[in-house]
């Protein structure tokens, strides 16, 4: 499903399901083998942390150096739905705001920068397009990795049975504890986006117990993108909760907010 790749000790992780196409270069990384100091301890790539921007640039050197992936901001994060095509790798004078981010362009990197939330890689083998998703708990309730598939079948002619789809290391469901009224937000939202997938096995998207409520993330971005057309059998997802594994990634959560930040990196060949 996904595996482990390490070299001049910088770790990162690659997708199996997107490799296998032969017509793009990927990676989502971990915190390890950067120079940054604690906390952000030492791969961090988010240039809007506390750190040194110079740590941040030399942490973003160290990966094209090693992977050959240019790293670079494309977009601000805003924790909403908004979704841009990328036209060209020219850096505009003004990063705009947005969540997900595609493009039909050859060795134009997209790139997105964060610790916790849900990072969802998808690609069109056919029409050749690739999407970066940044799925935090807003843009889930928002159904952000849905509309983004809506985006390419409009921008591009993607159809949505021809994408496979990974999703990224993210807080897991052991982890992320919502209040009541969030997680009744998103029992009520995707009830009446998803009903018959949803209702299901409603323990499988927010659970329970005697801590409080409990989200899945994975599980929600994937009924969104089941119901965008998806084939079940082409999305992955690694099911690894950042928090659990602070060790090897960035947690906003469990580091009380004071942390680096993974990329998750695309661009087709």
């Known amino acids: 499903m996904y595996k482990f790749i390490e070299k001049n000790n910088i770790k990162i992780l690659k997708f199996d399901i ?6 793009t270069k990927h990676y989502y990384s971990s915190r390890k083998g950067g120079i940054s100091p604690s906390p952000f301890d ?3 790539l988010g240039l809007h942390t506390t750190d040194k921007s110079e740590n941040v640039i030399t942490n973003r050197k160290l990966l094209e150096e090693t992977f050959y992936i240019p790293v670079r901001d494309v977009i601000k994060l805003e924790h909403g739905d ?5 036209y060209d790798d020219k850096i505009p004078n003004e990063i705009p705001f947005a969540d997900a981010i595609m493009t039909n362009k050859k060795n134009v990197p997209l790139s997105i920068f964060y610790a916790d939330c849900t990072g969802i890689f998808i690609l069109d083998p056919v029409k050749k ?3 970066l998703v ?5 843009g889930t309730l928002k159904t952000i990795a849905l509309k983004t598939i809506k985006a390419m079948e409009k921008e591009y002619g993607t159809n949505p049975k021809n994408c496979v789809s990974a999703i990224c290391p993210s807080i897991g469901p052991c982890c992320f504890e919502v209040s009541e009224e969030t997680a009744n937000l998103f029992l009520n939202s995707f009830n009446s986006y998803y009903p018959e997938i949803f209702l299901k096995d409603l323990s499988l998207c927010i ?11 994975w599980n929600l971005n994937k009924i969104q993108l089941l119901c965008a057309g998806l084939q079940n059998k082409n999305i992955v997802s ?3 909760c950042t928090s659990c594994h602070n060790d090897l990634f960035f ?4 580091e009380n907010r004071v942390t680096g930040r993974m990329g998750a990196i695309f661009m087709l060949k």
């Not at 908004?82 to 990328?86: D, K, L, V």
């Not at 659970?207 to 409080?212: F, W, Y």
Request: net charge positive; aromatic share 12%; glycine share 8%.
């Open 42 to 44: 030492s791969l961090n």
């Open 18 to 23: 997107i490799e296998s196409f032969g017509i």
């Open 134 to 138: 940044h799925a935090g708990w807003r």
């Open 82 to 86: 908004r979704i841009i095509p990328i």
């Open 251 to 254: 947690s906003y959560r469990k």
């Open 207 to 217: 659970s329970k117990n005697n801590k409080g409520y409990f989200v899945n993330l």
């Open 129 to 131: 397009v690739i999407a």
């Open 238 to 240: 690694s099911e690894i």
